[in-house]
T-cell receptor
Framework: SFVLSQPPSVSVAPGKTATITCGEVNIGNTGVHWYQQKSGQAPVLVISSDSDRPSGIPDRFSGSKSGNTATLTISRVEAVDDADYYC???????????FGPGTKVTVL | QVQLVQSETEVQKPGSSVKVSCRAS????????ISWVRQAPGQGLEWMGR????????KYAQPFEGRVKITADRSTRTVFMELSGLTFGDTAVYYC????????????WGQGTLITVSA
């Protein structure tokens, strides 16, 4: 089954770009989804199926995937982007869902 | 507007069971799954299992096999998660989340239910 890896933390200044990676050997064979979770709140889907942005999510959020790594990019970072970010995949062989360990994004 | 509304905070004793509900309003109840995801204090998200309400089909993550049961009542559009043999390690916020097919992401989440296991 999938074991996803993410950096524990990323620090970024306002107005700059934050990049969060999600790695796994077989990640190229499945869609990767990203969630934002602010303190004390439920997660919110920000990117689905590698690079689709749900309605209502600012276009500062974008996703991509290359080889064994998926990437969530937050451009023109704002203070409101300070949150935990999780990647997630579905393992079609076992019909199980897997979350990455999460990345804490701190806006300086 | 899709909403998932969960039952309230509970305190349970070690060794007991807890049953949490998640009522879905708005949107279809077919063609979807409802999963339960828990988050221990200061920890990440952990997928526990899911049910496909229209079929009653359930599936569980290995750490919870034999200890969790997820069921759906189609008449009330409510999904239940029952966790037995509670330990202090089960203290967490439990979320229900709607899963789409065939894309398998969670597009709507409940507000979370805090379950505290305390003697």
């Amino acid at each position: 089954s999938f074991v996803l890896s993410q950096p524990p933390s990323v620090s970024v200044a306002p107005g700059k770009t934050a990049t969060i990676t999600c790695g796994e050997v077989n990640i190229g064979n499945t869609g990767v989804h990203w969630y934002q979770q602010k303190s004390g709140q439920a997660p919110v889907l920000v990117i689905s199926s590698d690079s689709d942005r749900p309605s209502g999510i600012p276009d500062r959020f974008s996703g991509s995937k290359s080889g064994n790594t998926a990437t969530l990019t937050i451009s023109r970072v704002e203070a409101v982007d300070d949150a935990d970010y999780y990647c997630q995949v579905w393992d079609g062989n076992s019909d199980l869902y897997v979350f990455g360990p999460g990345t804490k994004v701190t806006v300086l | 507007q899709v909403q998932l509304v969960q039952s309230e905070t509970e305190v349970q004793k070690p060794g007991s069971s807890v049953k949490v509900s998640c009522r879905a309003s708005g949107g279809p109840f077919t063609g979807i799954s409802i999963s339960w995801v828990r988050q221990a204090p200061g920890q990440g998200l952990e997928w526990m299992g899911r049910v496909i309400p229209i079929l009653g089909l359930d599936k569980y993550a290995q750490p919870f096999e034999g200890r969790v049961k997820i069921t759906a009542d189609r008449s009330t559009r409510t999904v239940f998660m029952e966790l037995s043999g509670l330990t202090f390690g089960d203290t967490a916020v439990y979320y229900c989340a709607r899963g789409s097919t065939p894309t398998y992401f969670f597009d709507y989440w409940g507000q979370g239910t805090l379950i505290t296991v305390s003697a």
